[in-house]
């Protein structure tokens, strides 16, 4: 689960990834495919996290560890809600394109619509401490 997360902010932090996007106010350097590519692999990573917390879900374990597995799939919650904001935002820029160009002349700037995945830290220490209690019985 945090592998993932640590793949995809290491993704998201890479140089190419913002450079796909041309410099800021002049997207003339913008690489479609690049940016295709983009999405492509924000979804897989949305996806990856969708699967993990079907699992860790699904999973009945023992009651002396239940409290742990709950604690997991709410520190899913949050990456997974944020891919929520995130796309629900695009949608509605997407969808209010037709409205804005039907009245706009020259360049039109949106804003920057952000992906801000940030775990409850104090929740991901509960995991973790929880997790070396487990690991040391």
Do not use: W
């Not at 640590?6 to 041309?22: D, I, R, V």
């Not at 990456?79 to 804005?100: G, K, M």
Request: charged share 25%; with cysteine.
């Amino acid at each position: 689960m945090l592998l993932t997360a640590q793949q995809l902010e290491s993704f998201t932090a890479a140089p190419a990834f913002m450079a796909a996007f041309g410099a800021p106010h002049d997207e003339s350097g913008a690489d479609p495919a690049a940016i295709k590519h983009i999405a492509n692999r924000l979804m897989d990573y949305h996806e990856r996290l969708l699967d993990i917390s079907e699992r860790c879900r699904e999973l009945a374990p023992p009651s002396q560890y239940a409290d742990v597995l709950a604690d997991c799939a709410r520190l899913l919650d949050t990456p997974l809600q944020s891919y929520r904001e995130f796309i629900t935002e695009y949608v509605e820029i997407i969808e209010s394109l037709p409205r804005i160009f039907e009245h706009a002349s020259g360049t039109v700037h949106l804003g920057a619509v952000v992906l801000d995945i940030d775990f409850d830290e104090r929740l991901r220490k509960r995991v973790f401490k929880r997790l070396e209690a487990i690991s040391r019985t």
